[in-house]
């Protein structure tokens, strides 16, 4: 079964009505993104963040996957999907891809601030005051803005694998994301799915552009795909 490896981004969330991350003024919901996504913004006022991350962890639990995620999920049948997600909500796994990479955390966890590897589920209001099984503060488990992303070697390797990629709602503007695309061998196919794509620097590969949003560039992927 052919591998195909979608990179995706917060345009496919946003057509479930997720806000994305850095709209063009630097603000992510009315906040400045590093008051709220920077370890400093952490440092200087945790009650802040908390409160910020509770109320997007209350939005994401009431919205739903869209078309777009649902399609991707469906590809299962006929492809080995891996899925490289930029995004912190868990609708492709609601939407039934079963094979989620997540390189900016995710937002129905937490961990702790002491210890990286201890990392739970949580779907309430984070405080201050939840802690860890040793007293430690817990945060939310996103990768904030000046921090590692730990999962960025798995990405490479999955890349490095694929017969077809995918971008999805990302302009691949944001590094250490922005490089996974160049890790691809050079004779794979890329598509490129978004309403206003950007240009692709320094690519080598078979690129197609299709200028849709998710809902309906993910159905036509499906049978540009299966004609192949």
Known sequence: MKKLVALTGAGISAESGIKTFRDADGLWEGYDVMDVASPEGWHRNKALVLDFYNQRRRQLLEVKPNYGHIVLAELENDFDVHIITQNVDN????????????????????????????IIDWQNDLVLGDVDSKGNQLRPHIVWFGEMVPALDEAITITEQADYVVVIGTSLQVYPAASLIHYANPN???FYID?????INNLHNPLEVIPMNATEGVPILREKLLRR
Do not use: C, M
């Not at 609708?91 to 201890?118: C, P, Q």
């Open 91 to 118: 609708l492709h796994e609601i939407a039934g891809s079963t094979k989620v990479l997540h390189l900016h955390g995710e937002l129905l966890k937490v961990r702790s601030t002491k210890n990286e590897d201890y």
């Open 188 to 190: 794979v196919p890329v």
């Open 195 to 199: 309403p206003r794509p950007s240009s």
